[in-house]
């Protein structure tokens, strides 16, 4: 894309932003409120010498961006919460066989088909928690369409560096929501690419770690003896089915997260320095909290807002880092409160079912009260 | 600063396209931020649409309308349904052959314009939102002419832009005098 200033969606801004990183590969099957970033990759990507496949499912979707993944490219799909519903068996194939993916979860009202056109914040668990067993992931959720772009650039290079699916959040407020956006230079975009094997196929391991526990990633089709199993696999990639190999590989794919959390966390920390009060929010949720926090400090009250960019691996430093009532303002009915209650005692939930997020003069309202 | 704005009407009026255009208008050649966010109902036509802008000096925080300074109405249903969403002591601009205010409407500054008809003198009534974005232009100011010019012309594909062209003065010259009247 030419550099300059658009008028864009957040839904556009992660398509462009998923071209500017490098993704050319993408399979997806269409669902509001992300059906757009589907309709923007099917115009751009072949202008950009890549593909797009409208799949049969969410599930094939999926399973082929894995298999895209393997040949070397940049991958991704997006949906919403029922297509990340169905998804969920592959993300933890993908955790389980290292594979670099982007999954784009535009939030809708929910459980179940929900309120498909509207915003909800009830997936921030299911990213997390989605498929069995203990894997770690990442997950990124902007606030604006420029930080949609910018952080899309990210998420491709955390997949990339950490061989992860990143689970990029969106919701359906600034997925159709359109702002004023910067496109940068090419050569000032950074872009990170996995690393692959120096070793000849005959003395590689496939799954053997280097000392920072992320393996090369080779290509198929390279000569590397490529066995991807979702079964518990030794540095061959052969299944081993003991306590011995489920504890050093599992162990592993959860560590090589967790001992680079500072690396991948990104948090805004809005008017904390002096806080007496801190709202946690995500998305577009902070957008009204951020006008709260100026009309509470208006009023005297010492407000700040936390922004979590990062949810996963959940920064909770930042948590630790301030002695100060909390309040978490999501549009479920409470899940990152319980993250941040982990961290601290003093936390109160404001919720919202979904539909919308809070007006400003409601979350004033719980600073109020919380400040008494 | 600022800056909300609501359109109301039914879908097929050209609500979220009035909404896009004026807020790009204002974001991208007015130099200045804007958020702009929809609503519309299952129905490609007839069912109820809204758009909303917000405009401000500083990047835009809560993205929807708390309380619209300009209410642009194209139907009597939005009428019925956003009325309340207008400031006090805010403007209501209306198709004065589609939105009949009532006592409600009393503390408000209106300003009326036939768009309707007007564009269908022009020769066709889908312009109906460009005439009313003329005239939005000229009686709030909150975007310029040119800013507004620029992104309508971005939008409409080139065949119809003549047609819009003279729809877009159309609402502004009439704009102009209706607020100084």
């Known amino acids: 894309m030419k550099p300059g200033y658009y008028f864009w969606s957040g839904d556009i801004a992660a398509a462009e932003g998923a071209i500017a990183a490098g993704c050319r590969f993408y399979a997806g099957y269409p669902i509001t409120p992300s059906s757009e970033i589907a309709e923007r990759m099917a115009l751009r990507l072949p202008q950009e010498g890549g593909k797009f496949i409208e799949m049969e499912d969410e599930i094939g979707s999926i399973a082929a961006i894995i298999g895209a993944s393997w040949t070397g490219k940049k991958v991704m799909t997006a949906t919403a919460g029922p297509g990340i519903s169905l998804m969920n068996e592959n993300i933890g194939l993908a955790a389980m066989t290292e594979v670099p993916i982007v999954v784009i979860n535009a939030m809708r009202g929910a459980p179940s088909t929900g309120l498909p056109t509207l915003i909800g914040q009830g997936d921030l668990m299911q990213a997390k928690w989605g498929s069995h067993g203990s894997y770690e992931i990442i997950s990124l959720y902007p606030d604006s369409v420029q930080e949609t772009f910018d952080l899309m650039i990210d998420a491709f290079n955390y997949a990339e560096k950490y061989r992860v699916p990143v689970m990029f959040l969106i919701d359906a407020m600034l997925a159709h929501m359109y702002e004023k956006i910067y496109v940068p230079p090419d050569d000032e975009i950074v872009r990170i690419e996995r690393k692959r094997p120096t ?49 050093r590989l599992v162990k592993r794919l959860n560590d090589k997260i967790r001992k680079h959390a500072e690396e991948i966390w990104k948090v805004e920390e809005y008017k904390t320095d002096d806080a007496d009060i801190i709202v946690v929010a995500m998305g577009s949720e902070s957008r009204s909290v951020r006008l709260a926090v100026d009309l509470a400090r208006r009023e005297g009250i010492k407000a700040g807002m936390l922004r979590l960019i990062t949810i996963w691996p959940f920064p909770y430093k930042f948590i630790e880092k301030y002695n100060v009532p909390y309040i978490v303002a999501e549009i479920n009915y409470g899940q990152i409160y319980h993250k941040v209650r982990e961290y601290t005692r003093d936390v109160e939930l404001l919720p919202k079912m979904g539909g919308e997020i809070h007006k400003p003069d409601e979350v004033l309202r719980a600073i109020r009260r919380a400040v008494q | 600063m600022r800056i909300e704005i609501k359109f109301g009407g039914l879908g097929g009026q050209g609500i979220i396209t009035a909404g896009y255009i004026t807020a790009k208008a204002a974001a991208i050649y007015d130099g200045k931020e804007s958020a702009f966010t929809q609503d519309y109902s299952a129905e490609a036509r007839g069912g109820a649409s809204t758009s909303e802008v917000i405009i401000s000096d500083e990047k835009v925080t809560y993205p929807q309308v708390i309380k619209a300074d300009y209410l642009v109405l194209m139907s009597q249903s939005a009428y019925r349904d956003y009325l309340d969403k207008l400031k006090e002591g805010g403007t209501l601009i209306i198709d004065e052959d589609l939105v009949k205010p009532d006592e409600k409407a009393e503390n408000f500054k209106i300003y009326k314009i036939p768009a309707t008809k007007f564009a269908e003198e022009i020769g066709n009534p889908i312009v109906a939102n460009i005439i009313m974005l003329g005239f939005f232009t000229a009686i709030t100011g909150v975007v310029s002419k040119d800013a507004m010019w620029k992104s309508i012309e971005e939008r409409i594909p080139q065949r119809f832009l003549e047609l819009n062209e003279r729809a877009f003065l159309k609402g502004y010259e009439y704009g102009e005098k209706m607020k100084k009247m």
């Open chain 1, 199 to 247: 070793t000849p196929p005959e003395e590689t391991l496939i799954y053997k770690a280097d000392d920072d526990l992320i393996p090369p990633m080779p290509r198929i089709g390279e000569g590397y003896k490529i066995h991807a199993s979702g079964l518990t696999h030794n540095e061959k990639g052969y299944p081993e089915l003991t306590p011995q190999a489920q504890e």
